[in-house]
Nanobody, 121 residues
C-alpha cells in the first residue's frame, strides 16, 4: 500500500553534483522521519542524512557541508542534493521513511529499492 521510489542516481565526475529524489506513493496516513542511507560491498549500510517531520536535519560527518537533505511534505517527496562528489561517495543510496499507514496502525519502517551513484573520472 506504500511505495518509496528513488530517482536521480547515475554516473558523475569527481566534483560534480547529483540530486536524488524519493517519492512516496500509495495509501498511508502520515510520513514521519525520513533519511538517506548508502551501502557499498563489504560495508554496513550507513546513514547519510536524515530529516524529521519538523525539518530538523542530521548528516554524516563525511558529507557535511557537501550534501543537503530536504523534503516537500505536500508532495510526499524527499531530496538529497549532493555537491562536490568524491569517488568515496560511490554507493547504492536508499530512501528510508517511518510511515504510519493508517490512523489505527503503528509507525513502521520502509525502504526504497535503491539507486546507484557512481563518482568516477
Amino acid at each position: 500500500q506504500v511505495q518509496l521510489v528513488e530517482s536521480g542516481g547515475g554516473l558523475v565526475q569527481p566534483g560534480g553534483s547529483l540530486r536524488l529524489s524519493c517519492a512516496a506513493s500509495g495509501s498511508f496516513f502520515s510520513i514521519n522521519a525520513m533519511g538517506w542511507y548508502r551501502q557499498t560491498p563489504g560495508k554496513q549500510r550507513e546513514l547519510v542524512a536524515a530529516i524529521t517531520s519538523g525539518l530538523s536535519t542530521n548528516y554524516a560527518d563525511s558529507v557535511k557541508g557537501r550534501f543537503t537533505i530536504s523534503r516537500d511534505n505536500a508532495k510526499n517527496t524527499m531530496y538529497l542534493q549532493m555537491n562536490s562528489l568524491q569517488p568515496e561517495d560511490t554507493a547504492v543510496y536508499y530512501c528510508n521513511a517511518a510511515i504510519q499507514l493508517s490512523r489505527w496502525r503503528s509507525i513502521t519502517d520502509h525502504w526504497g529499492q535503491g539507486t546507484q551513484v557512481t563518482v568516477s573520472s
